[in-house]
């Protein structure tokens, strides 16, 4: 990769105050590409958008009417997308409710990036050659969705079947974009690795271990955790269609997330619990 591939494209990276979202700005802008920050935290996002030379802009994706607000300031001041990377993302140990009153896993890490990615879809569409890439996780292949309940309100609640469902949508998102877009629009999900970073905040004694010295060495730093971003930004677009990047390989998508009846179902779904 050289310094100055991505010269004249723009890159909106959402979850990009700290991380993986903060490190991949940092190198798609060394690539030369104009890089548009979003993230939770007011001066995090603009410490790093000045970092990269990039405008920034703060939005709570645990609230739709932020992320509503989000694309129509995204629509009226950034006149062409050409990379759409959906990095916001949380886990939490117990069960929480927005105030929209959906289960917090599953609106953060899918249901707002669905809605802002169908908010951007115009915009996306216009560009060349335009990228969506879904901030997924490997275990996505033992995630289990219900449509019918993707806040998993039936039953006892499960943190980490809440996680692993909603990274199984991301996938899915990914795919179902691959089928609805048109051809100068391509969806790839990826894995960044078990990384160090604010992911974890609700899981403190998970922060503390990965921050050990056998944590460390067992872990990816956010830009080990960026660098499939990167891979997947500078590949040839035809490649990426129908694959999941587990890091830096990738892979043919698990059955469950290929299966189109799954994701139309899901995309109707999303657009009713959203009103895209």
């Given at each position: 990769m050289e310094r100055g591939e991505l010269e004249g494209l723009t890159a909106v990276v959402t979850g990009a105050s700290s991380g993986v979202g903060a490190a991949a700005a940092r190198r798609l802008a060394a690539l030369g590409a104009s890089v548009v920050v979003v993230g939770r935290a007011v001066a995090a996002t603009r410490a790093v958008a000045d970092e990269v030379g990039g405008a920034a802009f703060t939005a709570d994706f645990a609230r739709f009417s932020e992320v509503r607000e989000l694309a129509e300031h995204l629509m009226a001041r950034v006149p062409r997308m050409?990379?759409?990377?959906?990095?916001?993302?949380?886990?939490?140990p117990k069960r929480e409710t927005t105030s929209d009153g959906h289960e917090l896993t599953m609106q953060v890490n899918f249901l707002s990036p669905f809605l802002l990615t169908s908010l951007l879809w115009e915009r996306l569409s216009q560009a060349?050659?335009?990228?969506?890439?879904?901030?997924?996780?490997?275990?996505?292949?033992?995630?289990?969705?219900?449509?019918?309940?993707?806040?998993?309100?039936?039953?006892?609640?499960?943190?980490?079947?809440?996680?692993?469902?909603?990274?199984?949508?991301?996938?899915?998102?990914?795919?179902?974009?691959?089928?609805?877009?048109?051809?100068?629009?391509?969806?790839?999900?990826?894995?960044?690795?078990?990384?160090?970073?604010?992911?974890?905040?609700?899981y403190p004694l998970v922060t503390a271990a990965k921050a050990s010295l056998i944590g460390r060495r067992l872990t990816q730093s956010p830009e080990e955790g960026a660098e499939p971003i990167?891979?997947?930004?500078?590949?040839?677009?035809?490649?990426?269609?129908?694959?999941?990047?587990?890091?830096?390989?990738?892979?043919?998508?698990?059955?469950?997330?290929?299966?189109?009846?799954?994701?139309?179902?899901?995309?109707?779904?999303?657009?009713?619990l959203t009103r895209a």
């Open positions: 050409d990379i759409l990377v959906n990095n916001a993302g949380v886990a939490s060349p050659s335009a990228l969506v890439v879904n901030t997924s996780s490997s275990l996505y292949r033992y995630g289990k969705i219900d449509v019918d309940d993707l806040d998993k309100s039936r039953g006892r609640y499960c943190h980490v079947g809440s996680y692993n469902a909603s990274k199984l949508a991301g996938v899915v998102h990914a795919a179902e974009i691959n089928r609805r877009a048109p051809d100068t629009m391509t969806a790839v999900a990826f894995h960044p690795g078990t990384v160090r970073s604010a992911l974890d905040r609700k990167v891979k997947i930004v500078t590949a040839d677009r035809a490649t990426l269609r129908d694959v999941f990047y587990n890091r830096l390989k990738p892979e043919p998508l698990r059955s469950t997330a290929a299966d189109p009846e799954l994701g139309a179902r899901l995309w109707e779904r999303a657009e009713l």
